[in-house]
Structure formats: C-alpha cells, structure tokens
C-alpha cells in the first residue's frame, strides 16, 4: 500500500523559506515521478514541480517557482523534498505530494494522472 506524507508546512514572512518534505512508503521514488501541487480554496489543484524515474529524473517547474523552488529526491529516505525560498504572499497555498505510478515515457503535469496523494501541509506566507 503506497502512502504519501507531506510535512513542513507553516507560517513564513514574504522573502523567506520553506522545506516540504514528502516521505514516500510502499513504493520507491526513484522508480516513480513524484509531483507536488498546490491548491487554494475554490481553485484548480496546480502543478508545482516534478521529479521523473530514474535514469532520467528529469526536472520541471511551474514557471511562476522557477529559481525560487528546487525539488529534490533522498534515496536513503525515500523523500520528495521541494526547498522553496524567497517565497511571496501568492505561494499561500495547501501543497500535496503525489505519485504517478504508471511509468509514462511522456511526464504528466495532469493532476488526474496521479494515483496516490498525501494529506497536504498548509502553506502561508504574511507579514
């Protein structure tokens, strides 16, 4: 049973920084591409960055984190982790982690092609 648990979530100042942690049982992350998305109340959930299967472990992200966001995967901990720095007022968000496990050649940004989903961590950026 695959399960996804996202953590590191809180209260930050614009200009500051985040580490969301994603720790992955039941499956291993280098063998799936992992997503983290954001959603706030009444929007669309939205890609933020993913990280593909090795060997190509190929990088993406939303252009509105690009420079701001690195994502990166702990083989030892089996962890998706999402660094997010300088961070602004519109990265106030709930941010999931999720797992597509269907080894696709053409990585997928759709949220409906993830099969598994952690519980979210709240983000909030404010003075």
């Known amino acids: 049973h695959v399960q996804l648990v996202e953590s590191g979530g809180g209260l930050v100042q614009p200009g500051g920084s985040l580490r969301l942690s994603c720790v992955v049982s039941?499956?291993?992350?280098?063998?799936?591409?992992i997503g983290w998305f954001r959603q706030a109340p009444g929007k669309e959930r939205e890609v933020v960055s993913r990280?593909?299967?090795?060997?190509?472990?190929?990088?993406w992200y939303a252009d509105s984190v690009k420079v701001r966001f690195t994502i990166s995967r702990d083989h030892i901990k089996n962890t998706v982790i999402v660094q997010m720095n300088s961070v602004k007022p519109e990265d106030t968000d709930v941010y999931y982690c999720?797992?597509?496990?269907?080894?696709?050649?053409?990585?997928?940004?759709?949220?409906?092609?993830?099969?598994?989903w952690g519980q979210g961590t709240q983000v909030t950026v404010c003075t």
């Open positions: 990280i593909s299967m090795t060997p190509d472990s190929a990088i």
């Open positions: 999720a797992a597509d496990m269907n080894h696709r050649i053409q990585v997928t940004s759709e949220p409906r092609d993830y099969d598994y």
């Open positions: 039941g499956a291993t992350v280098e063998y799936y591409t």
